[in-house]
């Protein structure tokens, strides 16, 4: 399985980007997917994930009603549109995929496979 991670960039606080993630996968759909994030100097921390369908989605606290994470089954592609951008969300944005499972992990060594990361910078 690999994961391409795109979408990143320089946006102001306030302001908004989409991330996508195309996995090479047959089965994307037995994969449950998330968004984990590093910020310089800090370790690796969980965003969000959603369940195969989709119907099943879960945020850490500090992106809450700010971000939103989504599934294309039929493009292989995973979205996390991020909104009211804060400095604090400058981080390498990375993509996970984890196979048959029903369970939304939080942890990276619930995930299998991982994105090569995409940098997002929040200027104030």
């Known amino acids: 399985v690999q994961l391409q991670a795109c979408g990143g960039g320089l946006v102001q606080a306030g302001g908004s980007l989409r991330l996508s993630c195309a996995a090479s996968v047959s089965t994307f759909s037995s994969y449950v997917m998330a968004w984990f994030r590093q910020a310089p100097g800090k370790e690796r921390e969980f965003v969000a994930a959603i369940s195969w369908s989709g119907g099943s989605t879960y945020y850490a606290d500090s992106v809450k009603g700010r971000f939103t994470i989504s599934r294309d089954n039929a493009k292989n592609t995973v979205y996390l549109q991020m909104n009211s951008l804060k400095p604090e969300d400058t981080a390498i944005y990375y993509c996970?995929?984890?196979?048959?499972?029903?369970?939304?992990?939080?942890?990276?060594?619930?995930?299998?496979?991982w994105g090569q990361g995409t940098l997002v910078t929040v200027s104030s």
């Open positions: 996970a995929a984890d196979y048959f499972t029903r369970v939304l992990g939080t942890k990276g060594v619930d995930y299998d496979y």
